[in-house]
C-alpha cells in the first residue's frame, strides 16, 4: 500500500475513505491491480449484525480480496434461506482438519460480537444450516504474539502503523503551530 496517501471520496457513494469503501467494498485511492484477487474452493456467506461499526468488520476484506466468492448480507434484513441457499440439517456435526472443501459448497460466517452472535444464530431463518465444529481447531481469536506475522496479523500491523503515523504527524503539526 501507498503511505501519505489521503482519504479521498468513493467513487460509488462519495463517502470520505481511505484505501477501500467498507459500505460499497471497492478500493480508494489505490489502483484495483496492486490488490491481489483471490478465487476461493467455495462460496463464503458472511452474515453482519445491523447494529455492528461496518467500518470494524474484517468481513469487507475478504469481499474484496475475493469479490466473485463472498457475499456479505446484513442482519435481519437480507437474511433469508433463499440468499443463502436452504439447507435443512439440525444436528451438528466434527469436521476433521484434514476434510476438504468437497464436503461443503458453501460456508456461512457470522461476523459479529458475541452478544449478536447468539441472537443471529437462534433467528429462525437460520435454524436448518449445518453447523460444524472444527477438530482440533486452535482459536487465534484472543492469541499472543509470537514474533511471526502471518497475513492478517500483519494486516492489522500494517494497519495500525499507519494510524500511528498519522496521529504522530498531526500531533507535531499541531505543536508546531502553537510554537509560532
Keep these: 500500500m ?6 479521498q471520496p468513493c467513487p460509488n457513494c462519495c463517502a470520505s475513505r481511505k484505501y477501500y469503501c467498507y459500505v460499497c467494498y471497492i478500493t480508494v485511492g489505490v489502483n484495483r491491480s496492486l490488490i491481489p484477487t483471490i478465487k476461493l474452493p467455495i462460496k463464503v456467506d458472511i452474515i453482519k449484525h445491523k447494529g455492528e461499526l461496518v467500518g470494524k468488520s474484517t468481513a ?7 469479490p466473485e466468492d463472498v457475499t456479505i448480507h446484513v442482519y435481519p434484513d437480507a437474511i433469508s434461506l433463499k440468499t443463502l441457499g436452504e439447507r435443512h440439517n439440525t444436528g451438528s456435526m466434527h469436521l476433521p482438519e484434514s476434510a476438504g472443501s468437497d464436503l461443503f459448497d458453501r460456508v456461512v460466517f457470522i461476523d459479529s460480537t458475541w452478544q449478536q452472535c447468539h441472537k443471529i ?3 429462525e431463518k437460520l435454524v436448518g444450516f449445518q453447523k460444524v465444529k ?4 486452535i482459536t487465534h481469536f484472543w492469541r499472543e504474539y509470537d514474533g511471526k506475522y502471518d497475513n492478517l496479523l500483519f494486516f492489522f500491523a500494517f494497519q495500525y502503523n499507519l494510524i500511528q503515523e498519522e496521529q504522530a504527524k498531526k500531533l507535531k503539526a499541531r505543536d508546531f503551530t502553537k510554537q509560532t
Excluded at 472444527?134 to 481447531?137: I, M, T, V
Design 134 to 137: 472444527l477438530e482440533n481447531a
Design 121 to 123: 444464530i437462534a433467528d
Design 2 to 7: 501507498q503511505r501519505g496517501l489521503e482519504r
Design 60 to 66: 469487507t476484506h475478504a469481499r474484496i480480496l475475493a
